[in-house]
């Protein structure tokens, strides 16, 4: 049970276990898996594969091979780095991994306690299932081949940014070509924002395209390492922001519950598209955006950017795969993975896979911190089985329903859950007032469905009990029994929420 989480920084009291693997299950009474593992990818999901097949074998040997300078980290608390300095060093000096040993998951004595090797500033080019080999190349180009018997791809996903998005006299500039176009996604995202930030002079005018939950994370921290006066214009081309999670009624509420964060400093722009960022190239020979041409309503207007942030969705990253004996089933979906509730490709035995690079079979997809960890957990662990066959995986993923998605934002002192699939006409919702929020619960034929919550941090507990029952499908009656000592709450039949 973990002290803290990585996500909303709750306590251990807000967890609950769900099971363990058994001892019988590990491997560890009987014999034990003795290949080699190697796992492609050092982010969270990675780590947490290698800590699951380490649990489930003593014996075999495990690789981590990631793109990254730096030993995996905590990628939910990227965003906060911007502005805190604890998380990572803004002193030049030293490795990437001391830098950011604010957010590092563990150290590299660690990974040598435990027999894990970790491989950093590699990319990888191709996985040979013939051969048995991955193929990667170094910082300085050079590839190297490395065997396995099971790989483990945690590759995740890269910031989707359109085609011919960003230009500089009309020419496409890929992403990282603009020194100030950024997402938040790795390291060298937030060094290259924090280095936009120190050679603009303030104040600064930032423009932050998309308002769902990957681009409205990135907002406080932004906030507060801009230099005074500085303003931000969130971008976002649907009618309200978080609409995927919220309706207009409640996406304004929760603008509203933030408002002294917010006033003089962000202005929101919704029914917007944005139709290019605009850049011009400097004395030095870089490349700079300037501004950002949107359209609303047929008319189109510019706004001028000294940063721009794009948060519009992420796609996964999977390396190729070469094997002379093709699947009669497909190897990827949408760019994905897909792999059975054992986190096993349904293409080909010997490839696992975890977190925002696999769909999971029948189940939607969820480029969730929560679902990328259970994901390389049983990744990891069936890996390290003895036998690959459906029967004898020791780890299994809990299913999720059609449609499921389930999100957590914060912002300052002010949090959004949402969680279960989207909301039907025919649902009945119960909205409870809240002493600093609200809660809205989606029943569907008598149990709950989908459940919304909106408000400061005495909302927690709710929201636990919330996201509990929505997992079990808890009867209206046990629900509102828990709502009881709330406000007196008002039911109503909705269409679209």
């Known amino acids: 049970m973990p ?29 034990q898996f003795e290949g080699t593992i190697v796992i492609l990818g050092a982010g969270p999901a990675g780590a947490a594969a290698a800590e699951a097949a380490r649990k489930q074998s003593e014996k075999c040997r495990i690789l981590v091979i990631g793109e990254e300078p730096a030993l995996p980290y905590n990628r939910c608390k990227l965003a906060l780095s911007l502005s805190d300095e604890a998380l990572l060093s803004k002193a030049p000096t030293g ?20 027999r894990i090797e970790v491989l950093t ?47 500089c006299d009309s020419a496409t500039v890929p992403y990282g070509g603009a020194a100030n176009v950024r997402a938040v996604r790795n390291l060298q995202d937030i060094l290259a924002i924090r280095a936009s930030i120190t050679h603009t002079t303030p104040p600064i005018h930032a423009v932050l395209v998309g308002g769902g939950v990957l681009a409205l994370e990135a907002l406080p921290p932004l906030l507060a390492a801009l230099p005074p006066d500085s303003t931000v214009t969130v971008v976002e081309a649907a009618g309200h922001v978080l609409s995927k999670q919220l309706n207009k009624e409640n996406s304004d509420h929760f603008l509203s519950l933030m408002e002294a964060h917010l006033k003089d400093k962000v202005t929101f722009k919704l029914s917007t598209k944005v139709m290019g960022v605009e850049c011009c190239k400097r004395e030095d020979g870089t490349v700079q955006a300037t501004q950002v041409r949107v359209k609303s309503n047929g008319v189109e207007s510019t706004i001028p950017a000294d940063l721009v942030l794009i948060g519009i969705g992420v796609r996964p990253s999977v390396p190729q795969v070469k094997c002379a004996q093709e699947s009669s089933l497909p190897f990827l979906s949408r760019g994905a993975v897909i792999v059975t509730s054992f986190a096993q490709s349904i293409a080909h035995q010997e490839i696992f896979a975890a977190g925002d690079c696999c769909l999971v079979e029948a189940q939607p997809y969820t480029a969730t911190y929560s679902r990328a960890l259970d994901t390389a957990r049983v990744a990891g662990a069936n890996a390290a089985s003895l036998d690959l066959s459906y029967g004898s995986l020791s780890a299994e993923l809990p ?9 957590q934002l914060r912002m300052w002192d002010v949090l959004m859950t949402s969680v279960g699939p989207a909301a039907e006409e025919s649902d009945t919702v119960v909205q409870v007032p809240l002493k600093d929020g609200r809660a809205m619960c989606f029943f569907r034929d008598g149990v709950l469905a989908r459940a919304v919550l909106l408000g400061g941090k005495s909302t927690e507990s709710v929201g636990i009990a919330l996201v509990q029952g929505v997992r079990e499908e808890a009867e209206r009656g046990d629900v509102l029994r828990l709502l009881e000592g709330q406000d007196q709450y008002t039911s109503r039949a909705i269409g679209y929420y």
Request: net charge negative.
């Open 399 to 407: 299913f999720l329903p059609a449609g499921y998605f389930g999100y």
């Open 121 to 167: 500033g590699c990319s990888v080019s191709g996985i040979d299932l013939d051969a048995h080999e991955v193929s990667v190349s170094d910082l300085e180009g050079t590839v190297q081949t490395h065997p396995f018997d099971r790989v483990v791809v945690c590759t995740g996903a890269t910031p989707f940014v359109p085609d011919g998005l960003v230009t």
């Open 95 to 114: 490795t990437l991994t001391d830098r950011a040993q604010g957010l590092v998951l563990h150290s590299a004595e660690w990974y040598k306690e435990h």
């Open 3 to 31: 002290d803290i989480c990585p996500v909303c920084d709750a306590g251990p009291e807000a967890f609950t276990l769900l099971g363990t693997l058994e001892e019988s299950q590990r491997g560890k009474t009987g014999p």
